[in-house]
């Protein structure tokens, strides 16, 4: 007995339409078939998608026309320096400038984020403060663990020090 390989499709459009499907494993056949059934049939589907296109492109418009306009004022009130480039990598800095920076206002001044960095007088160089503290190289958070607990005595062991970025 030969394994069925063009099926006959009832498409939730309506329209009837076989389908090869002998690049597909036997064993995983009417699965595919009954998933098919659910869908509309290929030329429906292109059809809604290309609407849908339309309408997703007018939406973008809309969308990056308001964040321009905003990029615009913000950069106008800020007095920002004017960007050099062509026309459509003028209107990407603008608004890539202006979500860059009112993210980082947010960030730092409005949530207050904590920005944790210290530099040595005396190398001018930052010291990691850990946040990769399994790796083997940075034991600086163990050095301050111990340098706490021993109170104004330095630990013993050298602190790890990093070029600033």
């Not at 202006?98 to 040595?120: C, D, I, R």
């Amino acid at each position: 007995m030969a394994v069925r390989t063009n099926w006959n499709v009832d498409h939730h459009c309506g329209h009837q339409v076989i389908h090869d499907l002998s690049d597909r494993p036997a064993d995983r056949r009417a699965g595919f078939v009954r998933w098919l059934a659910d869908t509309d049939c290929t030329d429906c589907w292109k059809a809604a998608r290309d609407a849908d296109a339309t309408s997703q492109e007018q939406w973008l418009a809309t969308k990056r026309a308001e964040e321009q306009q905003a990029a615009t004022e913000w950069a106008r009130r800020f007095d920002m320096p004017p960007l050099e480039g062509g026309e459509r990598a003028l209107a990407w800095g603008e608004r890539s400038r202006h979500q860059l920076m009112t993210a980082a206002h947010t960030a730092l001044v409005v949530e207050g984020f904590p920005v944790k960095s210290s530099v040595s007088k005396a190398s001018g160089r930052r010291r990691c403060h850990g946040a990769h503290e399994s790796t083997p190289r940075c034991r600086t958070r163990e050095w301050q663990r111990s340098a706490s607990l021993a109170g104004p005595t330095p630990s013993p062991r050298p602190q790890t020090t990093h070029a600033p970025p």
